[in-house]
């Protein structure tokens, strides 16, 4: 305004014409403007238009080969994400000068362009529907635990507060590597940091992924990856070789003969030949997990089926197996073999079957009687996995069922008599003594930095004591990984000249074990090395892992647990103590072989007063969905009736019913769908389950399968911390910008069009192995589709979308909404949780209203992992009964009223089919003539004083009701079909029809007053309720 206001002033004319003033001003506005690279202003120096635009053109030539120039001579300094990072800064930043009162003239006209677009237009909005079926809404009683279990003793005392701060030396670490990037190129492990702790040649990657590519996809693509067993190729391929002087100067045979168990032999077989279940108490390495299977093998109970062994642990499992083949003198997989998730070591003349419990729990859901097993040996039962709990109450039912089968549970602890008591006093045998001696040492003070006192005492031992391997425990693969550095860095400093003196050490091999290894690099902690073997490795190796020549343990106390947070839905791996039971098995590895001595980095009075005795049942501190659909599609009803040897807690089994019954596995009154009875049969989590079912009704099935195998491996990305940005830059290559999910199918197409080339994936940062087992994975899956008739679609060149709808339909529990910048909440248990920088979404440009992701990873932030955007309609169609879809023509209230009235008429449907329970039962009156209150005695244990129990209140609100005595109760809306419950959903309809024609019908005014009672009573407690909206 002012610069307008200048140029049509009178001054302007004064004199007849322009001052010299005036015109310098021009020159100088000129010469200001050609050095911006514009000449708006140049006519006042009598410049043409042509020459202007010649000369803008130019410019702009020079400016397009000096950017060129530039491109091809250096990299960016930042990728697409950090540039979205500060995106996201900037705008917060502007958002904060908005509210100070700062207005942006061309910004505040688009965002006022943007309201009134939202204003006027079809915007959308999803709002939860404040409607729970009657068996979730806390009534009915599906658990005899009722509180919460904790994870540690006491949360203030000395372990916990220490595991709550974490490893100083860690974090350290992490900052000196990203100040200082290193900028080799290399793959995998070879070429970096841990890579060269490891001694991992990059030559030899080399030449292995050479010798890998001529398995590459040929052009018919007729590899069949199922045949491709990782871990049972990669043990195959080794020699077994002695390590420990024992081992060198005896024989398999007089191995075996030399094991505690062998002196008890006859003994055992006796008791067996007595008993139907025999529990076996003994030491670590007394050598139950490896002779009890072949002691029954030569007594001849393979001729009646195979021998199965469960283990907690993959690994196990598949080492167990290798061993024992090894001393029957047979071939990995032929009499002995082992099965794990998604592979199968094991053939026809297989009498010895070593497995995962996950495997053999599946394997009950189509044989509930396992009459291919003539026997189970549930291996380490102490360490109480999931799997391992519900299958103490499967094989009870088995025992009660068969008379020739035999059940032997298998334990390092001496608390045996909890197992004993649970199969009703079943005899417990004690195998005597240890192989060997081992010393314990305590520390005198607890450890302040765990991570850096267990280099400090490894250094010490392997600088200090006699031959021997070091086995270090740690928690996770962040802490294996500091820890393997710094064992590096640390001899190297050794090996440094101090005062004048060049202090020298022997040379060590360092090596990692956790699940995400690849297996091969996990084999190499069983290969024979020339110095002395420092392994570092998580609570995998706690059980069933013995590895010849181990001498030395360093148990920091700690150990990650998966805790389970029902009240907001969320799964966190936490830091914790370990419990007594855990640190006498650490204390075992060291005496499997030879004498051993452990170290223990806490003091005698942390290990007495701040460990729990046993650590607590995974049932109880994790996400049971699985378990209940499983135990659903097992024809168990009521959940109280089956025999857990722990309950689980009450609100996480209502979590878990909820996730299921939104996922439409469940009906509403807590049964199992027809889609709930074929998601059963895949072996997979339920929402991964749910997608395939969705996928057949949209014709996505074989894209759909790719995703979910995906998810069922470890990560297939590479992302090593000294080479973090150009294996980011990598990823970036493939993104989808819609979806994390449509980005992982988006690199295995890629990854088939290359035939499956391992040089294609170092390029690119993906693990080639991990790739091959999604292609094993996918095989398999399509064989459980096969039998599920389900065909095997594909969508081909076609939309997307059709991907990203099936994703949806299984994460219904999964739903968020954007609330801020980078932030979400989730739609029913609103708990916040954000993009994490390496999603496909996070540098988009553009933020979804709607997401819904796989699970959520809490750090520093609650992450989202793996996310898809999704159109707010598909929320409202695909889950009607959880949501509705608002906009401008939406009346709320008329929803509200109908889920109170839906509520209302089911609690009335309850009450007279209780009331019509109670008359049939005790031969009183009929419902019409009841006034609806009984006066009844519980005798089942669980009450609130422990015994009887009298109540004066209607039956249907009884807190010890099951889901067996419940009605069916209709939906407040139809369900999508994608479920698959029309006919389920048709039945309901008319049994509540049938219901308020016979309350029309009833007479009496005693009996309408007390339905009119009940109705506002119902009506009351749901304006209580809050609505929750998206």
């Known amino acids: 305004m002012a610069a307008a206001a200048d140029e049509s002033s009178p001054r302007r004319h004064r004199g007849g014409g322009m001052s010299r003033s005036k015109k310098g001003r021009e020159y100088d506005r000129a010469w200001y403007d050609d050095e911006e690279g514009g000449a708006a202003h140049s006519s006042y120096l009598g410049v043409t238009d042509e020459s202007n635009e010649k000369r803008w053109a130019e410019k702009e030539e020079r400016y397009r080969q000096d950017q060129e120039k530039n491109r091809l001579t250096r990299q960016p300094r930042m990728s697409v994400q950090s540039r979205a990072r500060n995106r996201d800064g900037d705008a917060w930043e502007l958002s904060r000068l908005a509210q100070a009162g700062f207005s942006f003239r061309k910004e505040m006209a688009e965002n006022v362009g943007d309201l009134t677009t939202d204003d006027t237009g079809d915007r959308q909005a999803v709002v939860v529907r404040n409607y729970r079926p009657p068996f979730l809404d806390g009534r009915v009683q599906f658990s005899f635990q009722l509180e919460p279990v904790s994870v540690v003793k006491d949360p203030t ?98 191995q075996r003969r030399s094991l505690p168990v062998y002196e008890v032999r006859e003994q055992f077989l006796h008791v067996l030949r007595e008993h139907q279940v025999v529990v076996v108490v003994g030491e670590t390495g007394s050598g139950k997990t490896t002779q009890l299977t072949q002691y029954m093998m030569e ?26 083949a090894d001393e029957t003198g047979t071939e990995l997989g032929t009499k002995v073999g082992y099965a794990i998730r998604f592979e199968d070591v094991t053939s026809d003349e297989t009498a010895i079957k070593y497995m995962t419990d996950g495997v053999l729990l599946r394997e009950s859901l189509a044989d509930k009687e396992l009459d291919k097993y003539s026997c189970i040996i549930m291996d380490e039962a102490h360490e109480r996995s999931l799997n391992t709990d519900v299958l103490f109450g499967v094989l009870k039912e088995v025992v009660a069922i068969r008379s020739d089968f035999r059940l032997i549970i298998t334990s390092a602890t001496m608390d045996a008599d909890k197992f004993s008591n649970f199969f009703k006093g079943t005899p417990t045998f004690n195998i005597p003594g240890r192989t060997f001696p081992v010393e314990t040492l305590f520390a005198k003070t607890n450890a302040q930095d765990y991570v850096q006192a267990a280099v400090d005492q490894a250094l010490s031992i392997h600088a200090s004591q006699p031959e021997g391997d070091i086995l270090i425990f740690m928690t996770g693969q962040d802490d294996i990984e500091a820890t393997c550095i710094l064992l590096a860095e640390g001899a190297e400093q050794v090996g440094q000249t101090r005062d004048g003196v060049k202090m020298t050490m022997e040379p060590m091999t360092i090596l990692p074990i956790y699940s995400q290894l690849p297996s091969d690099l996990q084999a190499k902690i069983f290969e024979k090395s020339e110095h002395r073997k420092i392994i570092v490795a998580t609570n995998i190796a706690e059980t069933s892992l013995t590895v010849d020549g181990i001498k030395y ?8 647990l998966k805790v389970y947070n029902p009240s907001i839905g969320l799964d966190s791996l936490q830091i914790t103590p370990i419990s007594q039971a855990n640190a006498n098995q650490r204390k075992g590895r060291a005496g499997r072989t030879g004498p051993g001595v452990c170290w223990r980095l806490y003091t005698e009075h942390s290990f007495f007063n701040d460990m729990l005795a046993n650590t607590v049942p995974e049932i109880q501190r994790t996400n049971l969905a699985n378990v209940v659909l499983l135990l659903k599609s097992l024809g168990i009803k009521d959940l109280l009736k089956f025999d857990f040897m722990d309950p689980p807690p009450q609100e996480t089994m209502l ?124 095989s398999q899956l399509v064989d459980s589709v096969k039998q599920q008739k389900i065909e095997l679609s594909t969508i081909g060149l076609g939309d997307w979308d059709v991907v990203r709808k099936a994703i949806c339909a299984g994460y219904f529990h999964n739903a968020a909404k954007l609330r801020g910048i980078g932030e979400y909440i989730n739609l029913l248990t609103s708990v916040p949780c954000h993009l994490h920088p390496t999603s496909a979404l996070y540098g988009m440009g553009h933020t979804p209203e709607y997401v819904v992701y796989h699970e959520v990873v809490k750090t520093a932030k609650e992450y989202m992992q793996h996310v898809t955007a999704i159109e707010p309609a598909w929320l409202a169609e695909l889950g009607s009964k959880v949501f509705v879809l608002k906009d401008k023509n939406t009346d709320l209230a008329k929803v509200r009223k109908e889920d109170k009235k839906s509520q209302a008429e089911i609690e009335l449907l309850y009450k007279i089919e209780e009331m ?88 009496g005014r005693r009996h309408r007053s007390t339905w009119s009672a009940s109705s506002d009573q119902a009506a009351s407690s749901e304006e209580e309720s809050k609505e929750t909206t998206g």
């Open 299 to 324: 007594a001849g109970y393979h001729k009646g089926g195979i021998i199965g062994c469960t283990q907690p642990r993959r690994v196990a499992a598949v080492s167990v197996a290798k061993r024992v």
């Open 553 to 560: 343990v360093v148990d920091t106390g700690f150990c990650k």
């Open 157 to 254: 005392a000395d372990l916990p507060t220490l595991a709550k701060k974490g490893s100083r030396a860690m974090r350290h670490l992490k900052e000196t590597q990203d100040k200082t990037k290193m900028r080799e190129r290399f793959w995998e492990v070879a070429g970096s940091k841990i890579g060269e702790v490891m001694g991992v040649n990059s030559n030899a990657i080399q030449g292995e992924d050479e010798e890998e590519d001529e398995d590459d996809l040929g052009s018919g693509d007729e590899v069949d990856y199922r045949q491709s067993n990782q871990y049972g190729e990669a043990l195959k391929k080794q020699k077994t070789e002695a390590v420990s002087e024992f081992a060198k100067s005896h024989t398999i045979a007089e």
């Open 655 to 778: 979590n878990s019913m909820l996730q299921l019954w939104v996922l439409g596995a469940l009906d509403d009154y807590g049964e199992l769908t027809k889609a709930g009875q074929k998601m059963s049969q895949f072996p997979l989590d339920p929402p991964l389950s749910k997608m395939i079912l969705c996928a057949d009704r949209l014709g996505c099935v074989d894209e759909v399968l790719v995703v979910v195998s995906m998810l069922s491996v470890p990560s297939i990305f590479y992302r090593p911390k000294d080479r973090a940005e150009e294996s980011d830059a990598a990823r970036e290559k493939f993104f989808v910008p819609e979806s994390d999910h449509l980005t992982l199918l988006y690199i295995y197409q890629q990854w088939r069009k290359h035939k499956g080339s391992a040089q294609w994936c170092a390029k690119h940062y993906l693990q080639v192995k991990a790739l091959r087992k999604v292609a094993e994975v996918k």
């Open 916 to 1003: 019509k329970k109670s008359s049939q039962k005790h031969g009183g009156s009929s419902p019409e003539e009841s006034d609806g209150f009984s006066t009844s005695v519980d005798n089942r244990p669980g009450g609130a004083d422990g015994g009887c129990e009298t109540s004066l209140k209607p039956r249907f609100l009884r807190r010890h009701q099951h889901p067996s005595q419940q009605l069916p109760s209709p939906a407040p809306a139809s369900e999508s079909s994608y479920a698959g419950e029309e006919d389920d959903e048709g039945a309901d309809s008319d049994r509540y029809e049938r219901e308020m024609k016979r309350r029309r019908r009833a007479p």
